[in-house]
């Protein structure tokens, strides 16, 4: 089946840094979503993408639909402490109407 | 905000046991998911609905499973006879009609003994 990778897997960061996670998978998909979970909380939708090469902000979170469409990148300037939790992405090829999820990014943000 | 709910927050359950969990969706929405996460993993897709009926469900989707949306409110996820492995995070997830964005509720979090 399809399947997405995310890196990296787990990131350290100082509060102010700017952070790029990667999406990357070996099929083309039509459709990126990128969420963010907190422990013990469902996934919070953050952007959606529909087109290759556009880019997309949500307050200090940037992300962009590659030109391949076979990845997708969210980046976040100026981190700060509640941006701590797990990035996943999820693709949506031609054929379905479902998504299949990425591992995730694990960031923490050290004070 | 409209948003998607779910109970109950925490199932303890034994092996062998039914047990239903529901799920509220947004209310104009039209199609519904369900998936699975297993502790420290990834976000399983499970089944979607859509019109009354399944849409797609996924491998792990099996006899054991069923959905039903018996009101115009509720849809339910149920597990016949639940096994140990069936311990993860459900989550719920709805979307309308107008875009792909998928809208997770906060999860029941099953514990099979």
């Known amino acids: 089946g399809q399947q997405l990778n995310q890196s990296p897997q787990s990131m350290f960061i100082q509060e102010g840094e700017d952070v790029s996670m990667n999406c990357t998978s070996s099929?083309?998909?039509?459709?990126w979503l990128w969420y963010k979970q907190d422990p013990g909380e469902g996934p919070v939708l953050l952007i959606a993408?529909?087109?290759?090469?556009e880019l997309t902000s949500n307050g200090r979170l940037t992300a962009q639909f590659g030109i391949t469409r076979k990845d997708s990148f969210l980046n976040i300037s100026a981190s700060i402490p509640s941006d701590v939790g797990i990035y996943f992405c999820?693709?949506?090829?031609?054929?379905?109407?479902?998504?299949?999820f990425g591992p995730g990014t694990r960031l923490s943000v050290l004070p | 905000e409209p948003e998607v709910t779910q109970t109950p927050s925490h199932q303890v359950t034994q092996m062998g046991q039914e047990v239903i969990l529901r799920c509220v969706p947004i209310?104009?929405?039209?199609?519904f998911y369900w998936y699975r996460q297993i502790l420290g993993q990834k976000v399983e897709f499970l089944v979607s609905?859509?019109?009354?009926?399944?849409?797609?469900k996924s491998e792990i989707f099996d006899d054991q499973f069923s959905v039903e949306r018996p009101d115009g409110s509720n849809f339910t996820l149920k597990i016949r006879s639940t096994k140990l492995e069936d311990s993860a995070m459900y989550f719920c997830a709805s979307k309308g009609t107008a875009s792909y964005e998928q809208y997770f509720g906060p999860g029941t979090r099953l514990t099979v003994t």
């Open positions: 993408l529909y087109k290759a090469g």
């Open positions: 209310s104009n929405h039209l199609y």
């Open positions: 999820a693709g949506r090829d031609n054929y379905g109407q479902n998504f299949v």
């Open positions: 099929s083309i998909f039509n459709t």
């Open positions: 609905f859509y019109n009354n009926e399944i849409s797609e």
